[in-house]
């Protein structure tokens, strides 16, 4: 079953002040013709099963449910395709981990910036635009929702613990099993004494960083062959060839 592509809007957001402001912002957006406002999740729920809106934005704390119960449920529809910026009035960093496991494109903390919250919109928009304008049929949504990872070990090396996570979280939902450490130093400690599928690791780190890492891991006959991501913020050109360079 498909529904039918809406050029709207659906906010879902228990207090009118704030619906209003959202509301705002949104018809302010070119590519958006106007906008459907519910404050509970079973309106929500009634709402998305029939249209496709281009931009949901969905405030966490509803009367009638867990505002994460229904990102759940509307990023695991059949029927809908939806981007869904998230509102939460919880600054909880693990509360963010787990809104971008399930699913949410993009997340703001109350109060947010009535500019930032138009630009990531925007963005949104536009990235859902040029991903096209067909709906997923409900194999197509299956299908894109069964990748699995499972049997795999991945090592992640990472300083940022919340960064760590949100890594670890996101290949768990895949049914990996995931290894997080701080440094260069401690990956290549657990690859002494383990056997991993694929090793992420982060460019900059303390004691040893990234490149230093895959250095070693690449001048190791028994770790030689093992694939590497490389995360890094550096981004400059010379940078990126450092690391294809190992």
Do not use: W
Request: aromatic fraction near 4%; glycine fraction near 8%; proline fraction near 3%.
């Amino acid at each position: 079953v498909e529904v039918a592509q809406s050029d709207e809007a659906l906010i879902i957001e228990r207090n009118p002040d704030n619906a209003k402001v959202i509301r705002d912002c949104i018809n302010r957006l070119d590519s958006i013709k106007g906008c459907v406002v519910v404050g509970t999740g079973a309106d929500a729920s009634k709402a998305y099963q029939d249209k496709n809106f281009s931009l949901i934005v969905l405030d966490l704390i509803l009367p009638d449910q867990d505002g994460r119960e229904l990102l759940r449920e509307i990023k695991q529809s059949t029927v809908n395709n939806s981007p869904v910026l998230v509102i939460s009035g919880v600054r909880s960093d693990s509360i963010y981990l787990e809104c971008m496991s399930l699913g949410a494109d993009y997340y703001l903390s109350k109060p947010f910036d009535t500019d930032q919250f138009m630009y990531e919109a925007r963005q949104l928009l536009q990235t859902s635009s040029q991903q096209g304008k067909k709906t997923p049929t409900g194999e197509d949504k299956k299908a894109s929702q069964t990748v699995q990872l499972t049997g795999e070990k991945i090592l992640v090396a990472e300083d940022d613990e919340m960064q760590g996570l949100f890594i670890a979280q996101k290949l768990g939902d895949q049914g990996a099993d995931v290894t997080v450490v701080e440094n260069g130093k401690l990956a290549l400690d657990a690859l002494q004494n383990n056997s991993f599928s694929v090793v992420i690791l982060d460019g900059l780190m303390p004691v040893m960083d990234g490149i230093q890492a895959l250095e070693t891991i690449r001048s190791t006959p028994r770790l030689s062959g093992i694939p590497v991501i490389m995360l890094t913020a550096m981004g400059s050109e010379e940078d990126i060839a450092r690391g294809f360079d190992k």
